[in-house]
């Protein structure tokens, strides 16, 4: 998350009547930035991680978890701290930005006021060597991270606080339910970070759609779950808020833990990556080629089968995101006919990339998305202004949504140095891949941003995934590889990663033949030094079927290769087929090894997902009654076992292992 702007911010109302003059003065600091930088080069690839954190409170004489709500007390202390001071600058949002020498890490407020968000000081290079330092630093920040916080508080890695929103107190401070922004029946607005921006936000979403958000996850059916089952947290005779009706219409369905409010979404962590391309050509063909990629992520990293006090028969945070943040009216989501809305729009604001955007001879038609939506006008401004037919169509992609959060001062001029509007719609248009032009006034290129990922437990799963995703883009840039698949298979593929273990038992959509035709089986010859944008010398391949071109492969077959001479390589053999072309020493490879074993035993199975291991947890627990409840007591124990996880790392079978074991070979000392 960036700096946070200062200002006055318009209700709905008044951003509804804006909203045409942010979209415009958008599309004119977005051509600003194309006519600057589309010919900008840089020497190499750079790259970064986000980590996020939840701050939990541990009250171990009543065996009790709460969400610690003191973020801005802990960014405080690290931006008073004198000893970090003498390094650098580690909160941008209250010191400044930090310096390209600072290697202090930097952290960052997010929408809970119980998260953290922390990035390297700087990007880290493509150099092998510097992958090496990614876990160490990781580590390093969650101590710093530590440090400045309360003797009975710690911050762990959980996508989600497993019982968030019960009926009991589960924050420290406690304030009760509900708010003018939410208008939870389960959260207090108080859970949210108090810039305007958040409330805003929120409240602006829930007034656009005109009823509060809806979320609605399958419980996970043990012997004793209730049967029927329906939410027994749900208060169907609250009357403080025109929105308690929701659930007097239906908004709770049976068979679901419903959720009502943004936090459940945006109170989620995840891991994600960006990368800095070389060019706009590169950056482009990273989004198209990663864009695949996203639910397979997804679904490896599975970690997240707990919402609101239940298992739940789900794996992962991505959908309850999306509709936590789903501003779509009842026309626009089809349940009415339209009358005041332009069209109906096929997915939330969070979801699943809609577009391919890369001038590669090999995207072909078929593989565009039938259903894409875009604004016409802003199209054809674009197309006028000398941007090419598939980034314009991105583009005005984006820009059918509205703008959620308007500042009055904003819109007193427009200053084509800035991208304050752009970034409006920009940066709330959540797909699992963006593409992010340069800044302005920065030394900074084209990005791309890797999404989906769920956040791991330790800081070595979360190194171990952040490198192997580098490691593939280098892989795609060296050999030339295609992994082009039907935009609404990948939309698809995003649904088959929340059902439960999906990584060991589900299919996914997946191209069989990665290879330019002159590369087929020859990955280790290719040249790593080889132009990234062979697109002008590339001949265009020949064209047959579309649907034979990809086939239902496992996890495991698109990790490690089906094992058959025309089947899918797999992603690791690519992987090490490019290590083997670049001088890399044996130690370097060996500690590289060790990261890529843990991805290839998550996908065979033998090691487990976050997601297992906590569902299994919860099941094995003396106080489970079966029933999918996870108690007071139960979260507290699993809470205290992540905490011996993160330390320990699963080493001697301690507790973990089933996710961790074996996860050093000889070369990084520990096993």
């Given amino acids: 998350m960036g700096l946070l702007s200062l200002g006055t911010a318009l209700s709905w109302s008044d951003a509804k009547i804006a909203a045409d003059q942010v979209r415009e003065w958008g599309i004119e600091q977005l051509l600003a930035v194309w006519r600057r930088a589309k010919g ?42 004198e000893e970090l001071a003498k390094q650098g600058s580690c909160v941008p949002d209250l010191q400044g930005n930090p310096k390209e020498s600072d290697q202090l890490p930097t952290f960052h407020p997010e929408f809970g006021r119980f998260m953290l968000e922390a990035t390297p000081g700087k990007p880290w290079g493509i150099g092998l060597k510097d992958l090496l330092k990614v876990e160490s630093d990781m580590k390093r920040r969650r101590i710093i991270a530590r440090d400045h916080m309360g003797p009975n508080e710690q911050p762990i890695t959980l996508t989600t606080f497993p019982r968030l929103g019960i009926k009991s107190d589960f ?34 979403i829930r007034e656009r759609r005109g009823r509060k958000v ?43 833990v419903y959720m009502d409010a943004m936090a459940f979404g945006m109170g989620s962590c995840c891991l994600q990556i960006t990368f800095q391309a070389k060019n706009i050509t590169e950056g482009r063909t990273l989004y198209d080629q990663l864009s695949p990629l996203g639910p397979i992520l997804l679904a490896l990293t599975a970690a997240t089968p707990v919402y609101k006090g239940f298992l739940v ?21 089809g349940e009415k006919s339209l009358q005041q809305a332009r069209w109906r729009i096929p997915k939330s604001r969070y979801a699943s990339n809609s577009t391919y955007i ?108 952040s490198i192997f995703i580098v490691l593939v883009t280098r892989a795609i840039l060296s050999f030339d590889l295609n992994f082009y698949i039907p935009i609404p298979r990948t939309t698809e593929n995003m649904e088959t990663a929340h059902v439960r273990d999906a990584v060991l038992n589900e299919k996914f959509w997946f191209r069989k033949d990665p290879f330019p035709h002159n590369l087929r089986n020859r990955p280790s010859s290719a040249n790593p030094s080889a132009p990234s944008s062979p697109d002008s010398s590339r001949p265009p391949s020949p064209f047959g079927p579309v649907d ?18 025309d089947g899918f390589p797999g992603l ?82 301690s507790v973990g292992w089933e996710m961790l074991k074996g996860k050093r070979g000889d070369c990084g000392g520990r096993s």
């Fill in 171 to 204: 924050t420290s401070p406690y304030y009760p339910p509900s708010g003018p922004a939410l208008r939870s029946q389960f959260v207090p607005d108080e859970i949210a970070n108090p810039h305007i921006r958040f409330p805003t936000l929120a409240a602006n």
């Fill in 214 to 256: 809806e979320i609605n996850v399958p419980v996970y059916k043990d012997q004793d779950t209730l049967t029927p089952f329906q939410d027994p947290t749900v208060n169907y005779d609250l009357h403080q808020w025109p929105e308690d009706d929701d659930v007097r219409n239906g908004a709770a369905k049976e068979g679901h």
């Fill in 313 to 333: 028969d789900t794996d992962v945070r991505w959908n309850q995101i999306s509709r936590a943040v789903d501003d779509r009216t009842a026309e626009e989501l």
């Fill in 548 to 565: 034979e071109e990809y086939t239902q492969l496992s996890i495991c077959e698109i990790i490690n290769g089906t094992g058959t001479p």
């Fill in 40 to 81: 900008k080069e840089r020497d190499a690839l750079l790259w970064g991680d986000e980590i996020e954190y939840l701050v939990v409170a541990m009250d171990d004489d009543e065996k009790r978890a709460r969400l610690s709500l003191r973020q801005a007390d802990i960014l405080e202390a690290l931006a008073k701290d």
């Fill in 358 to 465: 890369s001038r590669d001879p090999r995207l072909r038609p078929e593989y565009m998305d039938p259903n894409l939506l875009y604004d016409k006008a802003i199209k054809q401004k674009l197309l006028d202004s000398g941007m090419d037919d598939l980034l314009a169509t991105h583009f005005a992609h984006l820009f059918i949504r509205d703008p959620i959060v308007i500042f009055a001062e904003d819109l007193k001029s427009l200053d084509a140095t800035s991208t304050n509007h752009f970034e409006n719609l920009q940066s709330t248009n959540w797909q699992h891949m963006r593409f992010k032009p340069p800044p302005p006034n920065a030394d900074t290129g084209w990005r791309v941003e890797f999404r989906s990922m769920e956040i791991q437990i330790t800081d070595f799963e979360n190194a171990a995934f």
């Fill in 572 to 653: 690791i053999p690519l992987v090490e087929s490019y290590l083997n072309s670049v001088n890399v020493n044996v130690e370097t490879r060996c500690e590289l090894a060790s990261y890529l074993d843990l991805i290839r035993r998550r996908a065979n199975g033998t090691l487990w997902t976050g997601a297992k291991w906590i569902r299994n947890f919860v099941r094995g627990h003396v106080e489970y009654r079966n029933d999918s409840v996870v108690s007071e007591r139960i979260q507290y124990d699993l809470i205290k076992a992540v905490e011996e996880i993160t330390a320990k790392e699963g080493r001697e079978n």
